[in-house]
């Protein structure tokens, strides 16, 4: 499929021709059936002209006269059905370029880390989905049918008006158009500030939207539900105000036509009148005229049409563009196999965020081999997290690296890598479908037997079978009707169900109480037993979790601190032993 030009410095002008040019036939076969629209549409008021000079003259009775009647009315009738064709072979067309803006949009989202998203707003993104490619499509298909059916209509028009009439009548009739040329400019001009003003005041009403809905449970539970449908009035009357001040500018265009018409018509029954009074045309003469004076109004209009259709589909193009043409913010050209089993190496592993007093991790070593379990512990703020995101690459280390393989993790192709991973994080996402639908996640062909097996590892088994549908009951959006913990179990199932070596669970237990852990981890030593050459990465708050691991690893403020088995720890007396007693002691005190 050939790329649009996305760069800044392309207009939409620029981009429209070379998706014509793609689509030159459609294009094409359309233009040809305006063509004979147009040419029947000036024919039909010279025809019309002949005969009511016939008429007057006396020499068209009868069916010479039915002939001629039947004939303007085929002539409507092939208009109606050339109308039809062209608008159905240029809308497919047009509707094939939303239809791959929205999907370049989407994969190219899909390919941002979450840098990026750091500086973007969902609610403007979910406005360039929508309403700006809404306004490119209409660009595309309608401003370009009207801007060569009107052009083409105008130039007939005028033809036959000055060359088959009285050129003296069509230049007469054309002296006020020059002004209505210039009361476009200035309307175009504030149209496109106020379609740029209406499209980012639609982004600011979805962005209301989007975090009222996801955030509604805590507008209720804090009591702001009235404070936030004051906000969204406010955005909605704004949206609004903005909307019909684009449509107003819009409106605009039709008193600018019907003046410049009214005008013309009058100079040309004037000048027409005389003429006539002169015997130099005919009455059936200037009845033409004054219908193809008539004809003119859709070219007009076609004008204003197109000229407001230009100016939203650029200041659409003006907001769309430098989304499709950003850069990412993470590099996929890596192009290294790997094999299934891979050992994981962190050598001087350092990362800044921005503005950072200190960095979240610094010099972290580390090497997980196939097969084996590393935990990773510490206080909130250790760098724990920040470990699983270089791992999965959403962010770039400052220093140091991460291999597989001994291969850098750039140079593995980021569906590759995580293919290779699957991870569980603390806040569980789980999508609008059926419980079996989100376990088989990574996994859509996986049978029922292995969607139950696999609930059955994550201790979620017995909560689906209360369910009023069990595995077929719809969890909704974000997995609403569940709780947190079922929530996390339900995506602990998803990541032991998929084939990925290596196991994150990045505190992915924090949801469950201490006896469905203790279940969860005796699978989990189960799977390891069936499945021996899989790694894991367990991060967790509560070091229980961390009591079979080949390895714990225990960061501060970045640095690693202690390292070792759990007996080995123990017997340390460092943070570990000590997090550990408080533990027990906090656990026989819920016991009790």
Request: charge should be neutral; charged fraction near 20%.
């Amino acid at each position: 499929m050939p790329v649009l030009a996305t760069s800044p410095s392309v207009g939409l002008t620029r981009m429209l021709a070379a998706f014509v040019r793609e689509h030159w036939r459609a294009y094409a076969s359309a233009a040809a059936m305006l063509s004979c629209i147009a040419a029947l549409t000036v024919w039909i008021p010279r025809q019309v002209g002949h005969v009511v000079d016939a008429l007057v003259a006396g020499g068209l009775k009868g069916p010479a006269l039915i002939e001629q009647l039947a004939l303007l009315v085929a002539a409507g009738l092939v208009i109606y059905l050339l109308r039809v064709g062209w608008r159905l072979t240029l809308f497919k067309a047009a509707y094939r370029l939303g239809a791959r803006l929205r999907t370049r949009l989407f994969a190219r989202l899909a390919l941002q880390g979450p840098a990026y998203f750091q500086g973007q707003r969902t609610g403007d993104l979910m406005a360039l989905a929508t309403n700006d490619i809404d306004a490119v499509e209409q660009a595309a298909g309608e401003a370009m049918l009207a801007g060569f059916d009107g052009s083409q209509t105008l130039l007939l028009v005028l033809a036959m008006m000055t060359i088959s009439i009285d050129w003296r009548l069509g230049l007469a009739a054309l002296v006020p158009f020059p002004l209505m040329a210039l009361a476009f400019w200035w309307i175009s001009k504030h149209l496109h500030e106020a379609a740029q003003d209406s499209l980012g005041r639609f982004g600011d009403l979805n962005q209301q939207v989007q975090e009222s809905l996801a955030g509604v449970r805590t507008l209720r539970a804090l009591g702001l539900v009235g404070r936030n449908e004051q906000r969204f009035r406010e955005l909605a009357d704004s949206a609004a105000e903005a909307s019909f001040r684009s449509q107003r500018w819009e409106a605009a265009y039709e008193p600018a036509v019907g003046m410049t018409l009214g005008a013309a018509t009058a100079i040309a029954l004037a000048v027409g009148g005389w003429l006539v009074a002169q015997r130099e045309i005919s009455i059936g003469q200037l009845t033409a005229f004054t219908m193809y004076l008539g004809q003119l109004i859709w070219p007009m209009f076609a004008a204003g049409w197109v000229l407001a259709l230009l100016e939203r589909g650029r200041a659409a193009w003006t907001r769309l563009s430098p989304v499709l043409d950003a850069p990412l913010t993470l590099a996929d050209e890596g192009s290294a196999v790997l094999p299934v089993q891979a050992t994981l190496r962190a050598e001087g592993l350092t990362f800044s965020f921005p503005n950072a007093r200190r960095p979240a991790l610094e010099g972290v070593d580390l090497t997980l081999a196939p097969g084996r379990t590393l935990g990773i512990v510490g206080a909130t703020g250790a760098g724990k997290s920040t470990f699983v995101r270089l791992l999965l690459r959403q962010s770039e280390p400052d220093a140091g690296r991460l291999r597989l393989a001994d291969v850098p993790l750039p140079d593995l192709p980021l569906a590759t890598l995580r293919a290779h991973i699957a991870w569980v994080p603390q806040e569980a996402f789980l999508f609008s479908a059926s419980v079996a639908e989100n376990i088989a996640l990574a996994r859509p062909d996986a049978t029922p037997a292995d969607i139950e097996a696999a609930a059955r590892l994550a201790a979620v088994h017995d909560d689906i079978a209360r369910l009023p549908n069990g595995y077929a009951t719809e969890v909704g959006e974000r997995g609403v009707t569940l709780s947190g913990g079922q929530r996390q179990r339900v995506a602990i199932a998803r990541a032991l169900l998929s084939d990925a070596p290596l196991l994150v669970l990045d505190d992915a237990l924090s949801a469950v109480d201490t006896g469905t852990e203790t279940d969860i981890l005796s699978h989990l030593r189960e799977l390891r037993s069936a499945r021996p050459d899989r790694s894991v990465i367990v991060i967790a708050h509560r070091l229980s979790a961390l009591m079979d691991a080949d390895e714990v690893i225990v960061l501060k403020q970045g640095h690693v601190i202690e390292r070792g088995t759990h007996v080995q720890l123990l017997e340390l007396g460092g943070w570990y032993a000590a997090q550990w007693r408080y533990q027990q002691i906090e656990a026989s005190l819920e016991a009790a």
